[in-house]
């Protein structure tokens, strides 16, 4: 689905950031030659646009595929992902808290699907698996529903950053992609030697809570 195989690839994504509305972080997606690989990164900064009263949060920064062409009847298209059940993603990051971001078909423009990018090896390479029917349907960041992904539906996927701290951030990515089931126990297989030798076990009591707020909005 996206693979940055080369500096071409990089125009398959746009990026974005709170200076659309007059905020301060700054965002780049580039080709690293040394990694082969996609660097998404830049500065965070929170501090508020000070023209713009009606601004009250800032600190965001984000990629994301650029919307699909429309067909000869000038409609929309979609991924469909109907017989797939997880996102894949190889990359190389910092211990900040990055988040996937799927956007489908839905009442709004603004609302997207969201779920953490949990990584347990920050500095080195390693693949995150998502199941698509965890993640949350969010508006501006917060949770509006547990509506799962319309998988027939899908139109753009990206990471974004917005965990309300100060500074630099730095995250490679190789590829993106949406799995089969058995393709997913492989590389959940694969990972689990590498999530037990942990260099960030903190995040391993992170993702507990995550999964167990989950579980406390489903009853």
Same mark, same amino acid.
């Given at each position: 689905?996206?693979?940055? &195989?080369?500096?071409?690839?990089?125009?398959?994504?746009?990026?974005? $950031?709170?200076?659309?509305?007059?905020?301060?972080? &700054?965002?780049?997606?580039?080709?690293?030659?040394?990694?082969?690989?996609?660097?998404?990164?830049?500065?965070?900064?929170?501090?508020?646009?000070? $023209?713009?009263?009606?601004?009250?949060?800032?600190?965001?920064?984000?990629?994301?595929?650029?919307?699909?062409?429309?067909?000869?009847?000038?409609?929309?298209?979609?991924?469909?992902?109907?017989?797939?059940?997880?996102?894949?993603?190889?990359?190389?990051?910092?211990?900040?808290?990055?988040?996937?971001?799927?956007?489908?078909? &839905?009442?709004?423009?603004?609302?997207?699907?969201?779920?953490?990018?949990?990584?347990?090896?920050?500095?080195?390479?390693?693949?995150?698996?998502?199941?698509?029917?965890?993640?949350?349907?969010?508006?501006?960041?917060?949770?509006? $529903?547990?509506?799962?992904?319309?998988?027939?539906?899908?139109?753009?996927?990206? !990471?974004?950053?917005?965990?309300?701290?100060?500074?630099?951030?730095?995250?490679?990515?190789?590829?993106?992609?949406? !799995?089969?089931?058995?393709?997913?126990?492989?590389?959940?297989?694969?990972?689990?030697?590498?999530?037990?030798?942990?260099?960030?076990?903190?995040?391993?009591?992170?993702?507990?809570?995550?999964?167990?707020?989950?579980?406390?909005?489903?009853?």
């Amino acid at each position: 689905m996206l693979h940055f &195989t080369g500096p071409e690839v990089l125009k398959e994504c746009i990026t974005r $950031s709170d200076k659309e509305i007059g905020g301060y972080s &700054t965002v780049s997606l580039d080709w690293d030659p040394k990694e082969r690989a996609a660097h998404f990164h830049g500065n965070l900064s929170l501090d508020l646009p000070p $023209s713009r009263p009606e601004v009250q949060r800032s600190g965001y920064a984000m990629f994301r595929t650029r919307d699909p062409p429309k067909n000869f009847l000038d409609d929309e298209t979609y991924w469909d992902w109907q017989t797939l059940s997880h996102v894949a993603l190889r990359v190389k990051g910092d211990r900040r808290k990055y988040l996937v971001n799927i956007q489908s078909k &839905t009442a709004l423009p603004t609302e997207i699907h969201q779920h953490r990018l949990f990584l347990y090896n920050p500095g080195e390479w390693e693949v995150a698996v998502i199941p698509i029917n965890q993640f949350l349907l969010t508006h501006w960041g917060r949770v509006e $529903s547990l509506q799962e992904v319309e998988k027939d539906k899908v139109r753009t996927i990206g !990471i974004g950053l917005l965990d309300r701290r100060y500074g630099p951030y730095s995250l490679y990515v190789d590829w993106i992609k949406a !799995i089969s089931d058995d393709e997913a126990e492989r590389y959940i297989v694969e990972g689990r030697a590498k999530a037990t030798k942990s260099t960030n076990p903190e995040l391993l009591l992170e993702k507990r809570i995550a999964e167990s707020r989950k579980k406390e909005m489903e009853l």
